[in-house]
């Protein structure tokens, strides 16, 4: 199992240009979630997804979409990007019912200049 | 809502020193509590997990953390730290509808020769 991939690793953007950060996971996890990590707030939640087809708003939505089509997939799409989007970005899985055990990708660190 | 609160930001202890690192919690019930650790550049990983029963829980790495309701706390501990525990910790707490979960801002543990 590959458990929890996200592509790229590394990215810079220039304020107002686009992207999608890429999620998978191979463990047929129900619940699948965005954070973004900044220094000192520990992570903050994105967007989350209980199953294909449908997905919510965490802590901090502004500016992300989400959609799920699949099971193993949960892309992050920034829209407009802006310098308060530079971050580092984790996607998280698990089964549902058992929210704290979930399993974290290697993270997206992405700057907006 | 419920929250997590990290009081120390850092902390630094010698190789063979035991470690605490505190938590506490803000929620109506009796919480789920979860702490995780953050290696540099990596994704967080589960330490362990309290839902019920036992207050001192175990887990991996050798570590445990006490439930103290009485005190709102759910402290990590570590009798004997090694080099490689340098990384940073995370105390999280789901909230009551158990689909999202809210991290505290994080204690960054660094580990003397």
């Known amino acids: 199992n590959a458990g929890v991939t996200q592509t790229p690793k590394f990215q810079v953007l220039k304020t107002g240009q686009s992207m999608t950060l890429q999620c998978a996971q191979d463990m047929n996890h129900e619940y699948m979630s965005w954070y973004r990590q900044d220094p000192g707030m520990g992570l903050r939640l994105i967007h989350y997804?209980?199953?294909?087809?449908?997905?919510d708003q965490g802590e901090v939505p502004n500016g992300y979409n989400v959609s799920r089509s699949t099971t193993e997939d949960f892309p992050l799409r920034l829209l407009s990007a802006a310098p308060s989007q530079t971050s580092v970005y984790f996607c998280?899985?698990?089964?549902?019912?058992?929210?704290?055990?979930?399993?974290f990708g290697p993270g997206t660190r992405l700057t907006v200049t | 809502a419920q929250s997590v609160t990290q009081p120390d930001i850092h902390i630094t202890v010698s190789e063979g020193a035991s470690l605490e690192l505190r938590c506490n919690y803000s929620y109506g019930a009796t919480p789920y509590l979860f702490w995780y650790v953050q290696s540099p550049g990596q994704g967080l990983q589960l330490l362990l997990k309290y839902f019920s029963g036992d207050t001192l829980v175990q887990g991996i790495k050798g570590f445990e953390a006490e439930f103290k309701r009485s005190q709102s706390s759910f402290n990590l501990r570590k009798p004997s730290v090694h080099w490689s525990d340098a990384a940073e910790y995370f105390c999280?707490?789901?909230?009551?509808?158990?689909?999202?979960?809210?991290f505290g801002g994080g204690t960054r543990l660094m580990v003397k020769p």
């Open positions: 997804s209980v199953g294909a087809g449908i997905t």
């Open positions: 999280a707490v789901p909230n009551n509808a158990g689909n999202m979960l809210t």
């Open positions: 998280a899985s698990s089964y549902p019912g058992i929210l704290g055990e979930q399993y």
